[in-house]
């Protein structure tokens, strides 16, 4: 154990803790000052060690919001909610984010009951476009839940997509995917830029905090540009 650098024992501590079920899934884990002054280390072999649990997919990182464990599913199936410019950059793509829409509403029907709304109860809409290059890579349409997010209310999105500000300042323990395939009508052809009758795919997501919904998000793609990766651990 004499040989084995600091880092990793931070590392594998905190792996112990997760493998154990002393963290769960959404939990926040010590930040790195914690880090520092429990294991009489500095800040920098605490950053690797949170660093390379982020990697392997343990842990997932927020500016603002702190390093929690990473959310699964029953199977074991990391649930990353991925990085629309990340992902975007990470093709080798120029990216460009367009806000369309931003209004304080009250959503109706399915959306209001995803959201645990009330009638009458306002929430946040916010629509944009995600480009990749010059082609429309993702139409966004999202309600933020204003009752768990409210700091949403005074981000005015125009230069900071939806997407990015919520993974860098929301932590979230649960996701609910549905995933369907469908033709471009008239007015999504128009927001993606496609053909009438271009092929489709278009994600409908619920994030929680808890049993406590964060947003509903409905996302469209041309099918072409659209990829879908889990990990199993």
Request: hydrophobic residues 40%; aromatic residues 6%; glycine residues 10%.
């Amino acid at each position: 154990m004499a040989d084995t650098p600091i880092y990793q024992l931070v590392k594998d501590a905190l792996r112990a803790k997760i493998e154990s079920g002393t963290l769960l899934a959404g939990d926040m884990v010590p930040g790195e000052e914690q880090l520092a002054a429990d294991f009489n280390c500095s800040r920098l072999t605490a950053h690797r060690a949170l660093r390379e649990l982020a990697d392997e997919g343990l842990v997932v990182r927020r500016r603002r919001a702190g390093t929690q464990v990473a959310p699964r599913d029953s199977g074991g199936v990391l649930i990353r909610i991925p990085s629309i410019r990340e992902e975007i950059e990470g093709r080798g793509f120029a990216y460009r984010y367009e806000l369309l829409s931003r209004r304080h509403a009250a959503p109706d029907g399915e959306i209001a009951r995803a959201l645990g709304a009330g009638k009458g109860e306002r929430h946040l809409n916010v629509v944009g476009r995600h480009w990749a290059g010059g082609r429309v890579f993702q139409h966004d349409t999202r309600w933020i839940n204003l009752e768990q997010v409210p700091a949403a209310l005074e981000v005015d999105f125009s230069t900071v997509s939806a997407n990015h500000w919520l993974l860098e300042n929301v932590p979230y323990t649960g996701v609910d995917h549905e995933i369907s395939a469908l033709a471009a009508d008239g007015t999504s052809a128009e927001a993606l830029e496609v053909a009438e009758g271009t092929a489709l795919l278009r994600i409908e997501r619920v994030s929680r905090l808890g049993d406590r919904p964060i947003t509903h998000a409905s996302m469209l793609h041309p099918g072409a540009l659209f990829s879908l990766k889990s990990e199993r651990r």
